[in-house]
């Protein structure tokens, strides 16, 4: 559940106040206006004209504050919950991830995140601004008449009761909406992801004709939605219109037989009009109530799965490469059915290995919790003799550098995409690095070496990532490249075992096997574990395990 934070709740009593002051605005010159024209003597008349002005000037300074406040402390709550979000995904990755698309987990993790902030500003605050207002205006016209009093709160009932019925029309159609989302952002990440090709083959109509068939279901659960909360504020202004009829015609036989002022009658009259600004919030909040309520249910079903490894382990690890040892280890990425195994394997330190065979036998669940992504669900897996269950997990995975079919590369630097396996190492480390994975004449290449900005062509960049206009190359990195910049990182990082899931999958057969022989060669004393279905540089490797399908 989403708890209110400090600022917020001061934020909605500031909120509060200047509502307050806009009602007591709209009252005040209401009885100053009726007061006037009756020719008083005029200081008679300076109180309500000083309270007019304090009105006046207090509505949008605490508007201002207000605004000022809650978004301060908003953005605070945003910021914890981001990093508290993605803290919750490292214990699921890859294994409760694997099975959801790229795209709907960043719309999981950025935009259902933003939507359940969103509840602080626009809800929470909202509230906390029309109750306080209305207990006001409420109050004080019990004070000043009580049969008006009656009145407003028959108005704010009835306003309560349109929230409540714009909540249910909100719920209704959030599940529409969510899902519409959820099918664009899938349907974009993957016209982008593979718009060079697209275009290369001419083939871009249809996937634009997905999108916008994508498009036009969240316009169309948009615009359900808009019909709802558009009846919100149709039902809202029709009370604040009978509200301010209602009290006319209850004031009017007072001011007749002279029970109350005339200008107390303009007050009295005219705070429910004063007080329909107010209501007025109510629609909007209760979209992003349901909206946020919505977004938190999708985010907790993410964040909430139970992690696939065990976080009981507190011993430290060795330095060096260690000997692991698997005992009849079988493993499951769901529990439902074994994916691989039973195992029963050594590896010695800075032993070369390759695992093989048919596709759907276990190599990458296998792999999986080699590099510890994954706990045994039968056996037992040592290191160095003892159980890895018994250690500290991200001690364990500080000592594994994994490589994958598809390295990702970030939108910045060739140097600075080589940083993140060694924060701390040199130009020269790095270059270093690069020429030990094979990429030695392709960086000479490079005019701007390693301030080479990385994307879909190869374009020069200043020191900051920033792409220099008119440089770029003629040539796209390819998938070899792609390939050694991923073992690259894997040297420049240091760590004693090397795991490689299909590394040279996507490449010919010479450029694989030269990858490979490069990775061997530059490994050192390292541990290197490779899952390939091909027979990749097989003669260079100490050992290559063959595979069987996991029996049940």
Not at 16 to 40: E, K, N, Y
Not at 48 to 53: F, G, L, P, Q
Not at 419 to 442: K, T
């Amino acid at each position: 559940m989403l708890v209110p934070v400090r600022g917020v709740i001061i934020a909605g009593l500031i909120g509060a106040l200047a509502f307050a002051c806009g009602v007591a605005l709209t009252a005040t010159s209401g009885w100053l206006i009726v007061r006037a024209s009756q020719r008083p003597i005029v200081l008679t008349l300076l109180t309500a004209i000083v309270a007019v002005r304090t009105f006046g000037i207090g509505r949008p300074v605490f508007r201002y504050v207000e605004r000022l406040v809650s978004h301060n402390a908003a953005l605070a709550d945003l910021t914890e919950r981001r990093t508290a979000a993605y803290r919750q995904l490292l214990p699921l990755t890859p294994a409760r991830l694997g099975t959801r698309r790229r795209a709907d987990l960043l719309s999981g993790v950025v935009r259902d995140l933003d939507d359940e902030v969103d509840i602080q500003v626009r809800v929470i605050v909202p509230l906390i601004t029309t109750v306080g207002a209305a207990a006001v205006a409420l109050v004080a016209t019990f004070l000043i008449h009580p049969p008006a009093g009656f009145v407003m709160l028959g108005f704010i009932v009835v306003a309560a009761l349109v929230g409540w019925l714009d909540l249910a029309l909100e719920r209704h159609g959030q599940a529409a909406s969510l899902k519409a989302r959820g099918q664009v952002d899938r349907v974009a990440h993957l016209v982008s992801s593979g718009a060079t090709e697209l275009a290369a083959i001419g083939a871009t109509d249809a996937p634009m004709a997905w999108l916008a068939h994508a498009q036009k279901n969240v316009e169309k659960a948009a615009t359900a939605q808009a019909r709802g909360r558009a009846a919100g504020v149709a039902l809202t202004l029709l009370a604040t219109g009978a509200a301010t009829l209602l009290m006319a015609w209850t004031l009017d036989g007072e001011v007749r037989s002279g029970a109350i002022d005339g200008p107390f009658a303009a007050l009295l009259l005219l705070t429910p009009l004063a007080l329909g600004d107010v209501v007025g919030l109510i629609p909007d909040a209760v979209g992003s109530f349901a909206r946020s309520a919505a977004a938190r249910d999708r985010l907790q079903a993410l964040l909430t799965q139970d992690p696939a490894v065990a976080a009981r382990g507190t011993h430290g690890v060795a330095d060096g490469a260690p000997t692991i040892e698997l005992d009849d280890v079988t493993a499951s990425w769901t529990g439902a059915r074994t994916d691989t195994g039973p195992h029963t394997l050594t590896i010695a330190p800075g032993e070369h290995l390759a695992i093989t065979g048919p596709n759907g036998c276990g190599k990458s669940t296998l792999l999986a919790v080699l590099a510890r992504h994954l706990d045994p669900s039968g056996g037992t897996c040592r290191w160095d003799g003892v159980d890895v269950r018994d250690l500290d997990a991200d001690a364990v995975r500080s000592r594994i550098a994994f490589v994958d079919d598809d390295p990702h590369l970030f939108a910045g630097t060739l140097g600075a995409n080589l940083l993140l396996a060694q924060p701390g190492a040199s130009d020269d480390e790095v270059r270093a690095a690069l020429r030990r994975a094979g990429l030695g004449g392709w960086l000479d290449e490079l005019t701007e070496g390693l301030d080479t900005h990385l994307g879909e062509y190869l374009v020069g960049a200043g020191r900051d990532g920033a792409a220099t206009a008119g440089t770029a190359t003629e040539r796209s990195l390819s998938g070899g490249e792609r390939a050694r910049l991923g073992i690259a990182r894997a040297l420049l990082s240091e760590r004693p075992v090397i795991a490689l899931d299909e590394p040279v999958a996507h490449l010919d057969g010479p450029t694989a096997d030269a990858v490979i022989r490069d990775l061997l060669e530059a490994s050192g004393g390292r541990t290197v574990v490779m899952v390939s279905h091909h027979p990749v540089a097989f003669d260079a490797l100490d050992r290559v395990v063959e595979l069987e399908f996991a029996r049940a």
